[in-house]
């Protein structure tokens, strides 16, 4: 094979190997999108027939997976790097993302057993998360340092679109409104399914445990993590060590520290904001499952292009800029999110049957899309500049503790605020506590020097 046929042989390997990566994110998404959001949140409410008791439900029941979380992130992080091999670790997660979201099945109104769905829906959220840890290690091997922002961001529109287009599947040909038993396009539920036992809904756990059996295909064909030679052998003991031992040296490293610290709050609101948009609006404004189901729709179109524009901004202005604008419209949504309910809007009274709540929330839906879209493909190039490049998996285990060690932070504030309170609107107010918090705290970050330049495999980056 002349050199031409080799460089042509080896850079089409390493387009398989990127596209084989970002279908990682379309597989994954809809756990996010359908099960977390938009879908089984708002069903939740329906089921307990409160929308207070449901939100603090929920808040409870994510924290309790949130603190297993961020215990076991950053051991299994360094337990794969001394181990020198992920791949093993995204299977094992895979399992438990497929045993969870295919258990919400049983989540059947008239025998609703609360506990076993929140059981199974902790099971299929830690097993996404941890396999993101491993998916996540991966993103240095992809691309020059100049690439990895570009990559990253077209990673995450790309997983967007997959989650885009799932949703959709679910609002439009299974998610019955409990009203009228047929779904957004007035027919009733595919497969034949039951309205009255709301099947339709149910379906979405199944759903998106198969969609990602079916769309992990790719990944797992074309990603590779072989172990290299005379990798030494990893032990939990180890593992456990390595940890300590990066932990102590963190104040060495104050822009890593800050990042870290910055990103503990800051990604822990938005996941808030995530999880309980679609409960929040069940519940303040009466919204059904398919009309929580049309505003994920929108929030993940309006979050498609941004994550596309984010890594392309990061690339211009850096990703520190870029999060900490984000951060500041994320402010401002929680505040309005404090102010729009059925009988009045910022204060206002709204006449009763007023679509304006409705658009207002619409609105904001998108726009918490639109900074999220930015904020986490730009956090995750942040955390590959900042990161030990030896140490990569463990680095994004600290990434993920920093993520997680607060993860019952916000779910579990939400949750006693709003049982204090007993307001919804009230419960929600932590949020902009937490982005407060993080802004200052991103302050600190030194942002990584580079030069940006073109990537010489433009046909894997999406829309590029």
Not at 38 to 60: H, M, S
Not at 294 to 307: E, K, N, P, Q
Not at 377 to 392: A, H, L, N, W, Y
Request: glycine residues 12%.
């Amino acid at each position: 094979m002349d050199a031409s046929a080799k460089s042509t042989s080896t850079n089409g390997a390493r387009c398989r190997r990127i596209w084989g990566w970002y279908f990682f994110d379309w597989a994954s998404q809809p756990y996010n999108t359908i099960l977390l959001t938009f879908i089984f949140g708002p069903y939740l409410k329906e089921l307990l027939g409160d929308g207070t008791r449901a939100q603090a439900a929920w808040g409870f029941g994510i924290a309790g997976a949130g603190v297993t979380m961020a215990i076991l992130a950053p051991i299994l992080g360094a337990l794969a790097d001394t181990s020198g091999t992920r791949m093993r670790w995204i299977w094992i997660f895979s399992i438990m993302y497929v045993a969870g979201s295919a258990g919400l099945w049983f989540a059947a109104p008239g025998n609703f057993n609360l506990p076993l769905s929140l059981i199974c829906f902790a099971i299929g959220l830690v097993g996404m998360e941890f396999a993101t840890i491993f998916t996540n290690a991966l993103l240095p091997d992809l691309g020059s340092q100049d690439e990895i922002a570009r990559i990253s961001g077209n990673g995450w529109a790309f997983g967007y679109l997959g989650g885009l287009l799932a949703l959709i599947t679910v609002v439009c040909l299974f998610a019955e409104d409990p009203a009228t038993g047929a779904t957004i396009l007035d027919r009733p539920p595919l497969l034949g399914l039951d309205p009255e036992m709301r099947e339709g809904t149910r379906a979405a756990g199944p759903f998106t445990a198969l969609w990602y059996v079916v769309f992990m295909v790719p990944f797992f064909a074309f990603v590779r993590d072989p172990r290299p030679r005379n990798a030494p052998h990893g032990t939990i003991r180890q593992a456990i060590l390595d940890v300590v031992g990066t932990v102590k040296s963190l104040p060495t490293r104050p822009s890593l520290f800050a990042f870290l610290g910055a990103s503990m709050f800051y990604r822990d609101a938005l996941n808030g904001m995530f999880t309980f948009g679609g409960i929040y609006a069940a519940g303040v404004l009466g919204w059904s499952v398919v009309e929580t189901g049309l505003m994920g729709v929108i929030a993940i179109v309006v979050s498609t292009l941004f994550a596309w524009m984010g890594g392309r901004a990061a690339e211009l202005f850096g990703p520190k800029r870029v999060i900490m604008v984000s951060i500041v419209v994320l402010v401002v949504v929680a505040f309005c999110f404090i102010f729009v309910s059925r009988g009045a809007v910022f204060g206002v009274p709204v006449a009763s049957g007023s679509k304006l709540p409705d658009i207002i929330f619409y609105v904001l839906g998108a726009t918490i899309g639109a900074a999220g879209g930015t904020l986490l493909p730009c956090s995750r190039t942040m955390m590959v500049e900042q990161g030990d490049s030896s140490k990569m998996t463990e680095g994004f285990g600290l990434y993920a503790l920093s993520g997680k060690a607060t993860s019952f932070l916000t779910p579990l504030s939400i949750g006693a605020v709003t049982a204090a309170t007993g307001s919804q609107q009230m419960g929600v107010t932590p949020l902009v506590l937490w982005l407060v918090i993080g802004f200052v705290l991103l302050t600190f970050v030194r942002p990584a020097q580079g030069h940006q330049t073109e990537t010489d495999c433009g046909q894997y980056a999406p829309g590029s």
